[in-house]
C-alpha cells in the first residue's frame, strides 16, 4: 500500500471518529447539578447532589428532586423524592422517583405520577415510562383531567404526542368479542365522562358521576378534535343503560363538527309519535347546513334544513322545509268532532341575508332582504316547528328589502315590503304592501338646541283596493335644559313643524283624495326636582307640568284602540302618529317619587319608584281616541309602581344571601278616583332555592282581557328542582296552557319528567297533552326525549 493511501484512510478515519463524537455530544445530554450538598465518587464519574438539587443539560432540559444521583459512565440519573421532570416544549413529569437512561432518552417515572401537557392537559398514573425520541409514553393506572373538564381512566394508556392521540384500552390479551363486552362491567374497564373531575383521589366508579361511558378502548385525537370509543355502554349512575359496538364525537372543546346530532321523540295529540334525526354539516369555516328528517309514525315525514353564511360584512340564513301532506284526511278528535284537514303538501321558506357596503349610496350601507312563506296557515304549529328563525305561533310573514346608510349625522332609509296576514283566508285582503318607502333624517345641533330634519315618501296598499300615499316634511328642534337656579325649575323646550301631503282612496278615518296638512307644536317640559339625603337614604320628588299646542285640524280617530300610559303625559305625540297628531292644547301633569337605599359602600340595594299624572285639555276632543280618554278634558289617572330589593348588596354578599325581590306596577285609575281601568302587575322573587315570576294584566271598560301567567322553580339539593307553569284567561275561564317539570340537572346531564297541557283549538289544531321524559348528556345538546303521552288519558 503507498504512503499516499495510508495518509488518506488515517484521514478519513479521523474525521469519521470526530464525527461520531460530536454525533454522540449532540444526541447525548451533559448535565450539571446544583444544590446544597455535592457529593463526587469514582473520581468525579458519580455526582449525589443533596437538598433542593437541579440538574440542567444543554438542551434545556431541567430535573428538580430532593436527591439526584448521576453516573456520567453509564449516562443515567436517579432521584428520590418530590421529582420533577420539564423539556422546552413546556411538558412536565411529577413523581416520587425518576430513573433516566440518558443512552437510549428514555425516562421512568414510579409512584404518584402527574405528567402535564403544555396545553394544560394532566394525566396520573402509578407508573409511566416516557421515550422523548419518539415523543410516546406508556403509563398504567390512568386518570386523564383534561382543560375541558371532561376525564377518563384507564388501566393502561398510551400517549403519542407527534399526532396529539391518547389511547387507553383494556389487557390486549382479551381479542375476542365476548371478552371485550365482559369487561365493560367489571372493576377493570376503560372510563370516559364529560362531567366534572373532583380532583385526583378519587377514580371515575368512586366519584359516581352523573354519565360515564365503559369502553374496551377509547382514543381522543387532539388534532382532529374527536373522540372514538370501542365497544361502549352508557351508564347513568354507574348503571348501565345503553350499548353500542362503535361511538364517536367532537371533543367538548370543539363548537362545530359534522355529524349526527342526538335524536329525539315526542308525541303530537294530532299527529302521533315523531322521531327526529338531525345531521349537521361543517361545510367550512364560514359556513354550515342542519338536515333534520321528522318521521311521523302515522302521518308523512317532514324534511327540515336549515343553511347559515357568515362573512365578515355578509351574513345569509336559510331555513325551508317540506312534506307530503297529511296520510289521513278524514281523522276525528277525542270527543268525535271531525278535524278539519286539507290535502296537498306543506312547505316552508324563510332567508335572511344582512350585508354591509361602503359608498354604495352614503359612506356606510346595510342592506336587508327578508323571504318568508308559509303554504299553510297551521303548518308551523301543526308541527311544532321552532327554530333561530321562526317560532311556531307566528301569524304575520314579511318578504321586504331594506337599506340604511349612513354619512356622519345623515341617515336614509328605503325599503320596500309586502305582509301577509296567515290569519286571513281572502287573497285579496290579506297581502299589506309598501312600496316604496324613503326617508331622509339629518341631526345638527345649533344655537343651542338638537335639531332633526327628515323628509318621507310612502306609499301603502292593503284591503285589496285601499291606497294611500304620504310625502311629509318635518323640522323638530329640543333645547338643551335650561335651569332658573333661584327657583329650582328645569326647563326643556320642543319645536315640531310637519307638513304632510296625503292622497287617499277609500281609507276610513281620513281625508279623501289629495290633502295638504300644516301642524306645528309648541312644548315646554317642567319639573321642580327636590332631592334629600340623610342615613344613606336618597329620596327625590319631581313635580312635572308639560304643555304643548298643535295647530291644524285633527283627523277622527276616536276608534283607534289606545290605552292612555304615564310616559303619554309628556310626549309631544300621544298617539305616536305624525300622520294624525292630537291638535289643539293640552297640559299633563304629574309626580314622580323615588327612594333609595344603600349599603356602607353606596350601592343601591333597594330603590323605589311612585309616578301618577294626568292630561288636561281646554274642551273635549271628540275625534281622540275614546278608551284613552284623552277625548275628555281631564284624562283618568295613570302611573307606575316600580320596587327592587336587593339582599346580596345589602348584605354585601358577606353572608351568601342571593334573595332578590321586584314589582313593576302599571295602573289606570278613572278621573274620579272610583275605579281601576287597568292592573298591570309583574313580580319576580328568586333565591338560592326558589325563582318565581308572576303577571296579572287586567282592562275593565277601556278593554276586555284579563289573564294571569305564572312560572316557579324549585331547587332542592343534590341537583333536583321542580317546575310550574301556567296561563289562564279569566275573563272567558279556561286555562291556555300549563305545565308542570321535574328534573335532575348537573353540570353533564339533565334528566326530566314533562307534563304539559295546550287547550288551544284552531281548524287542525287541537287541544293536545304531552307526557315527556327526557334525558339530554351536555355537551352533546339535543336531549333524547322518549314521549309518555300515552300513559294517560285526555
Same mark, same amino acid.
Given at each position: ?366 342592506i336587508e332582504i327578508k323571504i318568508q312563506r308559509v303554504s299553510q296557515k297551521n303548518y308551523l304549529n301543526v308541527n311544532q316547528i321552532n327554530t333561530d328563525l321562526i317560532k311556531q305561533d307566528l301569524s304575520n310573514l ?116 289629495? @290633502? ?5 307644536? =309648541?312644548?315646554?317640559?317642567?319639573? %321642580?326636582?327636590? !332631592?334629600?339625603?340623610? &342615613? *344613606? #337614604? /336618597? ?16 283627523? @277622527? ?5 289606545? =290605552?292612555?300610559?304615564?310616559?303619554? %303625559?309628556?310626549? !309631544?305625540?300621544?298617539? &305616536? *302618529? #305624525? /300622520? ?215
Amino acid at each position: 500500500m503507498k504512503i499516499k493511501d495510508i495518509i488518506l484512510i488515517f484521514i478519513s478515519a479521523i474525521l469519521i471518529f470526530n464525527l461520531t463524537i460530536k454525533n454522540l455530544y449532540a444526541e447525548i445530554p451533559l448535565y450539571t447539578l446544583n444544590a446544597i450538598k455535592l457529593t463526587y465518587k469514582d473520581n468525579n464519574k458519580i455526582i449525589i447532589a443533596e437538598g433542593k438539587a437541579n440538574a440542567k443539560d444543554q438542551f434545556g432540559k431541567e430535573i428538580y428532586s430532593d436527591f439526584i444521583i448521576y453516573d456520567k459512565v453509564n449516562n443515567t440519573i436517579k432521584t428520590k423524592s418530590n421529582s420533577k421532570y420539564k423539556d422546552k416544549q413546556g411538558n412536565e413529569i411529577d413523581a416520587d422517583d425518576f430513573f433516566y437512561d440518558l443512552n437510549i432518552k428514555k425516562i421512568k417515572a414510579i409512584n404518584n405520577v402527574k405528567y402535564k401537557e403544555k396545553q394544560g392537559n394532566i394525566f396520573l398514573f402509578s407508573e409511566f415510562e416516557y421515550f422523548e425520541n419518539s415523543n410516546k409514553g406508556f403509563g398504567k393506572n390512568l386518570k386523564g383531567l383534561l382543560t375541558d373538564k371532561s376525564s377518563f381512566e384507564s388501566r393502561f394508556a398510551e400517549i403519542d404526542n407527534n399526532l396529539g392521540i391518547i389511547t387507553i384500552k383494556t389487557d390486549t390479551k382479551k381479542i375476542n368479542l365476548f371478552n371485550k363486552f365482559k369487561s365493560l362491567f367489571n372493576n377493570n374497564e376503560n372510563r370516559y365522562t364529560t362531567c366534572e373531575n373532583f380532583g385526583d383521589k378519587k377514580n371515575i366508579k368512586e366519584q359516581c358521576p352523573d354519565w360515564s361511558l365503559s369502553t374496551y378502548q377509547t382514543t381522543q385525537d387532539s388534532k382532529k378534535k374527536m373522540v372514538y370509543h370501542e365497544h361502549a355502554v352508557l351508564k347513568i349512575k354507574n348503571i348501565p343503560v345503553f350499548y353500542t359496538p362503535y361511538f364517536s364525537h367532537p371533543d367538548p372543546t370543539v363548537k362545530r363538527k359534522s355529524g349526527l346530532l342526538p335524536a329525539s321523540t315526542k308525541n303530537f295529540s294530532n299527529l302521533g309519535r315523531t322521531f327526529k334525526v338531525p345531521y349537521f354539516w361543517a361545510i367550512n369555516d364560514n359556513s354550515d347546513l342542519t338536515f333534520t328528517p321528522i318521521f311521523y309514525q302515522d302521518e308523512n315525514s317532514i324534511y327540515l334544513t336549515e343553511y347559515r353564511k357568515q362573512d365578515p360584512n355578509y351574513k345569509m340564513h336559510l331555513d325551508t322545509s317540506y312534506s307530503k301532506g297529511y296520510q289521513k284526511l278524514n281523522k276525528t278528535s277525542d270527543n268525535g268532532q271531525l278535524i278539519n284537514r286539507t290535502g296537498g303538501s306543506r312547505n316552508h321558506f324563510f332567508l335572511n341575508i344582512n350585508s354591509n357596503y361602503n359608498n354604495l349610496i352614503l359612506d356606510h350601507d346595510d342592506i336587508e332582504i327578508k323571504i318568508q312563506r308559509v303554504s299553510q296557515k297551521n303548518y308551523l304549529n301543526v308541527n311544532q316547528i321552532n327554530t333561530d328563525l321562526i317560532k311556531q305561533d307566528l301569524s304575520n310573514l314579511q318578504n321586504s328589502i331594506i337599506i340604511n346608510s349612513y354619512r356622519n349625522n345623515e341617515k336614509l332609509k328605503i325599503y320596500s315590503s309586502v305582509y301577509e296576514n296567515l290569519n286571513v283566508d281572502n287573497p285579496s285582503t290579506k297581502y299589506q304592501y309598501k312600496i316604496p318607502y324613503i326617508e331622509y333624517t339629518n341631526f345638527l345641533k345649533k344655537f343651542g338646541h338638537n335639531l332633526s330634519l327628515s323628509s318621507l315618501f310612502e306609499a301603502n296598499n292593503y284591503n285589496g283596493d285601499t291606497k294611500k300615499i304620504i310625502q311629509r316634511n318635518t323640522l323638530e328642534l329640543n333645547s338643551q335644559q335650561k335651569i332658573l337656579k333661584k327657583l329650582g325649575l328645569s326647563n326643556i323646550f320642543k319645536y315640531k313643524i310637519s307638513n304632510t301631503n296625503n292622497y287617499n282612496e277609500k281609507v276610513e278615518n281620513s281625508k279623501p283624495n289629495l @290633502n295638504n296638512d300644516l301642524n306645528a307644536t =309648541i312644548a315646554m317640559d317642567t319639573s %321642580i326636582p327636590l !332631592i334629600k339625603y340623610s &342615613n *344613606n #337614604i /336618597e329620596q327625590t320628588l319631581s313635580p312635572k307640568i308639560f304643555t304643548k299646542y298643535t295647530s291644524g285640524s285633527m283627523n @277622527n280617530q276616536s276608534t283607534q284602540n289606545k =290605552i292612555l300610559a304615564y310616559n303619554d %303625559i309628556y310626549s !309631544i305625540d300621544r298617539l &305616536n *302618529n #305624525i /300622520e294624525k297628531p292630537e291638535t289643539g292644547a293640552s297640559a299633563g301633569y304629574g309626580v314622580d317619587y323615588t327612594l333609595n337605599k344603600k349599603s356602607y359602600n353606596n350601592a343601591n340595594y333597594l330603590t323605589s319608584k311612585f309616578s301618577i299624572g294626568q292630561v288636561l285639555t281646554d274642551v273635549d276632543k271628540n275625534k281622540m281616541p275614546s278608551n284613552s280618554s284623552l277625548n275628555k278634558k281631564s284624562s283618568n289617572f295613570v302611573g307606575n309602581f316600580n320596587f327592587l330589593l336587593n339582599k346580596a348588596i345589602y348584605e354585601n354578599q358577606l353572608t351568601n344571601k342571593t334573595d332578590k325581590f321586584s314589582i313593576d306596577y302599571n295602573f289606570n285609575i278613572s278621573k274620579d278616583l272610583n275605579k281601576i281601568l287597568q292592573n298591570d302587575i309583574s313580580l319576580n322573587y328568586s333565591n338560592k332555592k326558589n325563582s318565581l315570576t308572576a303577571s296579572y294584566y287586567e282592562l275593565n271598560e277601556i278593554g276586555n282581557n284579563h289573564y294571569v301567567d305564572a312560572k316557579y322553580q324549585r331547587f332542592f339539593q343534590n341537583n333536583l328542582n321542580l317546575m310550574l307553569g301556567l296561563r289562564k284567561n279569566l275573563e272567558l275561564n279556561y286555562s291556555e296552557s300549563n305545565f308542570i317539570e321535574v328534573n335532575y340537572e348537573s353540570d353533564c346531564l339533565k334528566v326530566g319528567l314533562n307534563l304539559s297541557k295546550q287547550f288551544y283549538e284552531n281548524d287542525d289544531i287541537q287541544k293536545s297533552n304531552n307526557l315527556t321524559f327526557f334525558i339530554m348528556l351536555k355537551p352533546f345538546g339535543q336531549p333524547i326525549a322518549p314521549d309518555l303521552s300515552n300513559l294517560f288519558s285526555n
